[in-house]
Structure formats: C-alpha cells, structure tokens
C-alpha cells in the first residue's frame, strides 16, 4: 500500500523559507512523476512543481526562481525547499506521486506565510 506523509509546513514570515518533506511508503522510487501542489482557501489545487523519472525538474512560474524541488530516491523522500516566501504562498502543500496508472496524494502540510 503507497502512503505518503508530508512534514515541515508551519507559520513563517513574509521572506522567510521552509523546507518540505514527503516520505513515501510502499513504493520504489526511481520510475516516478514526482509532484507538488498546493491549494489555497477558496481557490483549486494547483501545480507548484514536477519532477520526471528522468531527473527533470519543472516549476510553476509563481515560484521559479524561490522554490527547489529533491528527491532522493534511496530514501524514497521527495523535498520543496521554499525561500522568499510571500503571503500567497500561503496553502495547504501536497505530494502526489504517480505509480504505474495511479496517481496518489499525501493527506497536505499548512504553509502559512504572515506579511
């Protein structure tokens, strides 16, 4: 059974950083999308960042240039080192990682970013 469980959110202040964790049980890591969303209150989950079975990583424009994504596929953990944040970064982050047709989603992490 895939469980993923993040950890790291928290309160922070407008240009501080935090550094997310998704630790995935049940799976291999290595063939895998790999990704970050994010859901606002009142507004739809969204993309924050990709990562491709073949290393490649790609970002949302709202958070290029401030946002990294790691994975480390021993560990079966993914990361979103998040710097510079802003109040609209304030969210509720999840993972998702694809295994074969099945998409599966972490129960989220608050990020609350104060101005």
């Known amino acids: 059974q895939v469980q993923l469980v993040e950890s790291g959110g928290g309160l922070v202040q407008a240009g501080g950083s935090l550094r997310l964790s998704c630790s995935a049980s049940?799976?291999?890591?290595?063939?895998?999308?790999m990704t970050w969303y994010r859901q606002a209150p009142g507004k739809q989950r969204e993309l924050v960042a990709l990562?491709?079975?073949?290393?490649?990583?790609n970002y949302a424009d709202f958070v290029k240039g401030r946002f990294t994504m790691s994975r480390d596929n021993a560990k079966t953990m993914m990361y979103l080192q998040m710097n510079s944040l802003k109040p609209e970064d304030t969210a509720v982050y999840y993972c998702r990682v694809v295994v074969g047709p099945t998409g599966y989603w972490g129960r989220g992490t608050q990020v609350t970013v104060s101005s």
């Open positions: 049940g799976i291999i890591f290595g063939s895998n999308v």
């Open positions: 990562s491709t079975s073949a290393g490649v990583t």
